[in-house]
């Protein structure tokens, strides 16, 4: 089945977002079971490859960013998506509560530096996003503060783009009922127990304010470079189907090609 998952996933530019209007149960006709299993892999060999190129290439960087609610699986999308992914050419960046260094800084100060070198991936967990997010919800700062900062993000993305850096932002979309079904799942298994906040539990309380933050980050900064995608992720598989089906393509739109060799390589004599 060839699902064209970037074009119908993608926040189209300029298009109003509206989250009840996104079932985060889509499959976009996927089911779970041995085609799933083999389109996955093949997405994530396909990814390797591209990833072998950019790190070869050194011209450019891909950057991805990661949102979500609590629970929404930013790690275990990490976790399964990079799999196949040379670790010598990925980092990731996590970003929590500002540290009282990065908070003596503007917004961005922690992020640029972040941002990876030419040839790799990074993976931002939460991102200045956040910014616009829970700083919003949460009167962090002034209205008239965080409201400019819609433009400010835009305009920090491009000028990353210009500076060939890919940028490719998901947002996980998972249901309230979802959310709740993961924390009772943490509550119930021992193994993992040691991912419960209270602050998670408090936050659950904000849903609606989150949705209306999300849905204004998606609206204003989809950008045709720094695009947004919605990824439907009550369900797992689809989760990273979709994601790592996004990425081989993106990547595979860059056309990179090796480097020359750097010295002639039939005048090179053995001893
Ligand atoms: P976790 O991802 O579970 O480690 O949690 C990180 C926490 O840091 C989340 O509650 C985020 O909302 C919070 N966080 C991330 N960035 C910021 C920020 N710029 N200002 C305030 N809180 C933030
Ligand atoms: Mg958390």
Redesign the pocket.
């Known amino acids: 089945m060839a699902t064209n998952f970037s074009k119908e996933l993608m926040v189209k530019p300029g298009k109003k977002v509206k989250l009840a209007k996104c079932d985060p149960e889509e499959t976009l006709g996927w089911e779970k079971g041995h085609r799933m299993k083999a389109s996955l892999a093949k997405a994530i060999e396909r990814l390797d490859t591209q990833q072998y190129l950019l790190f070869a290439e050194r011209k450019r960087a891909l950057l991805i960013v990661l949102q979500s609610l609590?629970a929404g699986g930013k790690d275990g999308t990490i976790r399964h998506v990079m799999t196949g992914c040379n670790p010598q050419g990925c980092t990731v960046a996590?970003?929590?509560?500002?540290s009282a260094e990065e908070a003596a800084h503007d917004?961005l100060w922690r992020v640029h530096r972040a941002v990876p070198m030419y040839g790799d991936i990074g993976i931002f967990?939460?991102s200045h996003y956040?910014?616009v997010?829970?700083?919003r919800v949460h009167n962090?700062v002034a209205k008239e503060v965080w409201s400019r900062r819609y433009e400010q993000i835009n305009e920090f993305e491009r000028i990353l783009h210009e500076n060939n850096v890919k940028i490719l932002k998901f947002f996980l979309h998972i249901s309230k009922d979802e959310q709740k079904r993961r924390f009772r799942q943490r509550l119930d298994d021992p193994d993992r127990q040691w991912k419960i906040?209270e602050?998670d539990f408090d936050?659950r309380k904000f849903w609606d304010e989150y949705v209306e933050a999300y849905e204004d980050a998606l609206t204003k900064c989809s950008t045709p470079h720094a695009p947004w995608y919605i990824i439907p992720a009550n369900k797992k598989w689809f989760r990273n189907l979709a994601v790592s089906h996004i990425l081989a393509e993106a990547l595979e739109g860059l056309r990179m090609k090796f480097p020359a060799p750097s010295v002639d390589v039939k005048k090179l004599k053995w001893q």
Do not use: I, Y
Request: overall charge negative; aromatic content about 12%; charged content about 40%.
């Open positions: 609590d996590s970003f929590r509560k500002p917004f967990n939460r956040e910014d997010l829970v700083v962090l906040s602050a936050e």
